[in-house]
């Protein structure tokens, strides 16, 4: 069974696995979500979700459906300085998005020159063409299979806390889907 959370906020855990690699994978997340029409629980109109990483790291991914066009922000901050991005379009699929980068070194802010353009119609073309010549070279494409399994895994989590209305134990709830690998990952 499928949901929204499956389909949109994936791509932000995505993000913030990448972002915070260095932190392990997430350990819990606490989410809630809202949808204005009540007969439509699966389609969430917002959503956010908070979630932890080991040593204090953590994430907020938030989302909404309300209007506005399509528009993504990230910050990053950590002990040497910060990072601020965004893209904007009239479609996820826009042609002519508008983005900006921003990096704070711990004492000025210098905004950076984006080579190209950036968005869904632009990875989507790179991300066939990196795949294809995984396949002719026999490398491992960016993300692995697990990077998959996480993925789903933090959405499945996301639902669940949706539900209950409280904190998932990430580890926990990953446990039993990584079982039937043939080689698991080890929780500390």
């Known amino acids: 069974m499928g949901s929204w959370i499956l389909e949109e906020p994936i791509h932000f855990f995505d993000l913030a696995r990448w972002y915070l690699s260095s932190?392990?994978?997430?350990?819990?997340?606490?989410?809630?979500?809202?949808?204005?029409?009540?007969?439509?629980?699966?389609?969430?109109?917002?959503?956010?979700?908070?979630?932890n990483f080991k040593d204090g790291a953590y994430a907020v991914v938030s989302q909404t459906l309300a209007a506005f066009e399509h528009h993504q922000t990230v910050k990053i901050s950590g002990t040497k300085g910060?990072?601020?991005?965004?893209?904007?379009?009239?479609?996820?699929?826009?042609?002519h998005p508008t983005h900006f980068l921003k990096v704070f070194d711990g004492s000025e802010v210098d905004e950076r020159e984006l080579a190209q353009s950036s968005g869904e119609v632009f990875e989507l073309r790179k991300q066939i063409e990196h795949v294809a010549q995984c396949l002719i070279d026999g490398k491992a494409p960016?993300?692995?299979?697990?990077?998959?399994?996480?993925?789903?895994?933090?959405?499945?989590?996301?639902?669940?806390?949706?539900?209950?209305?409280?904190?998932?134990?990430?580890?926990?709830?990953?446990?039993?889907?990584?079982?039937?690998?043939?080689?698991?990952?080890?929780?500390?």
């Open 23 to 51: 932190a392990g994978e997430p350990e819990r997340v606490y989410a809630s979500a809202n949808s204005r029409d009540a007969n439509r629980s699966d389609l969430h109109d917002n959503f956010s979700c908070l979630m």
């Open 82 to 95: 910060a990072v601020w991005a965004g893209w904007s379009g009239s479609k996820d699929r826009t042609e």
């Open 142 to 188: 960016h993300a692995s299979g697990m990077d998959g399994i996480w993925s789903v895994g933090m959405c499945l989590a996301a639902e669940e806390s949706v539900s209950r209305g409280q904190p998932v134990d990430v580890t926990e709830f990953m446990r039993p889907h990584l079982a039937s690998l043939k080689h698991p990952p080890t929780f500390a």
